[in-house]
């Protein structure tokens, strides 16, 4: 079993720049595929980031260049560098990991563990 706490949501004004964090428990955290989902207010979770190592990555496209996925395996923690947000940003954001899969796992039912989600508000 693996649990996965965010944390590092906030609120931030247009522009701005926020880090989430998501720590797992677990011995076999180097091996999983981490990824970040978000979910947008009356909306379905979205596929965000996947991180298999820090090589190799995969982002949504309405993402790309502004967010930044990585990990440090040695304390068990994948990160979400999030820059030039917008508004349309503000959602719940969640981590997520996978046991095996590949980088093209971008839905939400490919990942077996969650977790309980940390809010971002971006404000005009």
């Known amino acids: 079993q693996v649990q996965l706490v965010e944390s590092g949501g906030g609120l931030v004004q247009a522009g701005g720049s926020l880090r989430l964090s998501c720590e797992a428990s677990?011995?076999?955290?180097?091996?999983?595929?981490m990824g970040w989902f978000r979910q947008l207010p009356g909306k379905e979770c979205e596929f965000v980031a996947i991180a298999v190592s820090n090589m190799f990555t995969r982002y949504a496209d309405v993402v790309k260049g502004r967010f930044t996925i990585s990990r440090d395996n040695a304390k068990n923690t994948v990160y979400l560098q999030m820059n030039s947000l917008k508004p349309e940003d503000t959602a719940v954001y969640y981590c997520?990991?996978?046991?095996?899969?590949?980088?093209?796992?971008?839905?939400?039912?490919?990942?077996?563990?969650w977790g309980q989600g940390t809010q971002v508000t971006v404000s005009s």
């Open positions: 677990g011995r076999s955290f180097s091996s999983y595929r």
């Open positions: 997520a990991a996978n046991p095996s899969g590949s980088m093209y796992d971008t839905k939400p039912s490919d990942y077996y563990y």
